[in-house]
């Protein structure tokens, strides 16, 4: 009902920055809240950042805070993830994720892009 693209990975050296972005397509009219997720090699998926639609309140993981900070723009149907100061461990594939508003029933983040490749050097 919701398809997503992220885009914006790359490669950059321990202490740089990315904005990554995730443009939704479909029933966007029915988001509640977009998410960041990652995985890195040999690991599980982990919770980033989510953002609700509406109101535009944040959450996030402790190990971002002060770092990443998640926003959206609703005219484009786009969520953003800005990254600073990044570590190597910060190294994986982020995924973004939608959770939708089906007539007052959450789907859950039942929605995915393909992901993006993010590699800090040190």
């Known amino acids: 009902q919701v398809q997503l693209v992220e885009s914006g990975g790359g490669l950059v050296q321990a202490g740089g920055s990315l904005r990554l972005s995730c443009a939704a397509s479909?029933?966007?009219?029915?988001?509640?809240?977009m998410g960041w997720f990652r995985q890195a090699p040999g690991k599980a998926r982990e919770f980033v950042a989510a953002?609700?639609?509406?109101?535009?309140?944040?959450s996030s993981a402790d190990y971002v805070k002060g770092r990443f900070t998640i926003s959206r723009d609703n005219a484009k149907s786009t969520v953003y993830l800005q990254m600073n100061s990044l570590k190597p461990d910060d190294t994986a594939v982020y995924y973004c994720?939608?959770?939708?508003?089906?007539?007052?029933?959450?789907?859950?983040?039942?929605?995915w892009g393909p992901g993006t490749q993010v590699t800090v050097s040190s």
């Open positions: 953002i609700t639609w509406s109101g535009g309140v944040t």
């Open positions: 479909g029933r966007t009219f029915a988001i509640y809240t």
């Open positions: 994720s939608a959770n939708l508003d089906l007539g007052g029933r959450l789907t859950g983040y039942d929605y």
